[in-house]
């Protein structure tokens, strides 16, 4: 609960909180809310507040939202749906990366029902 984020050199920050998502992280495909298709969801769990939010901090999500749950002691998460979760896939894994391969083979097995590039064109947007 006292744990600070070491000082390492950012070329390592990537393989450093992958290692960090490997053991307190997750990746979950749930059914939407019409159960027609799966969501891809992520999330972060820690008891440290500024530990966590140090990590939110080098994440290239939108959202920047860490939640408390009070036990014992407090919780904090960060929860993560759609293109957050793919942006925190394409910032996590690389070609021959070390971590653990089910958590990466969650996060590759996720087919989007729809494209996830847009093109804007003059009379307007194709998906």
């Known amino acids: 609960m006292t744990l600070k984020f070491p000082n390492i050199p950012e070329m390592y920050v990537k393989d450093f909180i992958r290692g960090l998502w490997d053991g307190d992280g997750g990746v979950i495909t749930p059914l939407s809310k019409q159960k027609t298709s799966k969501l891809l969801c992520s999330y972060f769990v820690c008891a440290n507040y500024d530990f966590i939010n140090t990590v939110l901090s080098f994440l290239p999500v939108k959202k920047k939202t860490i939640q408390t749950k ?39 097995s996720y087919k989007p029902k729809r494209s996830t590039t847009i093109i804007h064109y003059p009379n307007g947007i194709k998906e």
């Open 70 to 108: 009070k036990r014992k002691t407090n919780l904090y998460s960060i929860f993560f749906r759609g293109f957050d979760s793919l942006a925190i896939k394409k910032f996590l894994y690389y070609d021959n990366c070390l971590c653990m391969q089910r958590k990466k083979d969650l996060f590759f």
